[in-house]
């Protein structure tokens, strides 16, 4: 037995076609909530914004034709200029799609989210979406990823990848170099017009030149480095005495100033 279609009432479109409109839902949601195929509510949506201006025709003198198209090309002028204003303003946006998320307001009273995305160039599938975090594995890795790389800085992803494998567990070098990306670990090593002088216009002497270190107390020299802690990473400053090697004065901070 055939089963009858399905027949609709012409209010019960437009509060479709309204919904749909407003933006606040998808076309899924909508679909799931009133039982109409998405194809329908599309089309319901086109019919209502094609048949909008019949609304107010009702007790309107009617226009002369030349005035009419005089409107009609005005109205075209205006809606090509706001699209022009409307890519001016994408372009000078921030291109951060995190940035853009935060600008929107889902809770707007008169914008939808649908609007909102339009004007700031941004998908709504992007604002939807959840951004995925590293997993507990990834993080595990990272962390050795990081000692080793300390221990040794001039290790390539190879022997990276060599030195954290374990007999239970094989770690692929394409993951060490995604890791070390996300991370923003680098290997040391000689780039090339490594000796090439510099082109500052000030260069400084080396006043030990020829100077016999003979005694201690005669030259100091200073020096600062990061020491990684549990929770971050410390500045050492330390000055050490030429002739016996002796430090003289260090201090530990975690700050760059003067001090």
Same mark, same amino acid.
């Given at each position: ?91 000078? *946006? ?6 853009? =998320?935060?600008?929107?307001?889902? !809770?707007? &009273?008169?914008? #939808? /989210? ?92 080396? *006043? ?6 003979? =005694?201690?107390?005669?030259?100091? !020299?200073? &020096?600062?480095? #990061? /020491? ?32």
């Amino acid at each position: 037995m055939n089963k009858s279609p399905r027949v609709h009432t012409p209010a019960f479109k437009a509060q479709v076609a309204l919904v749909a409109l407003k933006g606040d839902r998808t076309l899924s949601e909508i679909d799931a909530q009133h039982q109409v195929h998405v194809k329908l509510v599309q089309a319901w949506n086109k019919q209502m914004l094609e048949q909008a201006a019949t609304v107010f025709t009702s007790g309107v003198k009617p226009v002369a034709a030349k005035d009419t198209a005089a409107q009609q090309a005005e109205l075209f002028e205006q809606i090509g200029r706001l699209k022009m204003e409307l890519e001016w303003v994408k372009k000078k *946006l921030p291109p951060s799609c995190e940035w853009k =998320r935060s600008q929107t307001e889902s !809770s707007h &009273d008169e914008l #939808s /989210v649908r609007r909102q995305c339009d004007l700031l160039g941004l998908n709504r599938s992007s604002f939807y979406a959840e951004p995925a975090s590293a997993s507990a594995e990834d993080l595990a890795m990272m962390e050795r990823l990081d000692r080793g790389h300390l221990e040794r800085p001039f290790l390539g992803t190879r022997k990276l990848a060599t030195l954290v494998s374990s007999p239970g567990e094989a770690v692929n070098r394409k993951r060490v170099q995604r890791l070390m990306r996300v991370m923003g670990l680098e290997c040391l090593f000689p780039r090339p017009k490594c000796r090439v002088t510099s082109r500052c216009p000030k260069k400084y002497l080396y *006043l030990l030149k020829g100077v016999a270190i003979d =005694r201690p107390g005669f030259v100091w !020299s200073a &020096d600062i480095t #990061s /020491v990684p802690m549990p929770s971050g990473f410390m500045d050492l400053v330390a000055t050490i005495d030429w002739f016996s090697r002796l430090v003289v004065s260090w201090r530990l901070s975690n700050t760059l100033d003067g001090s």
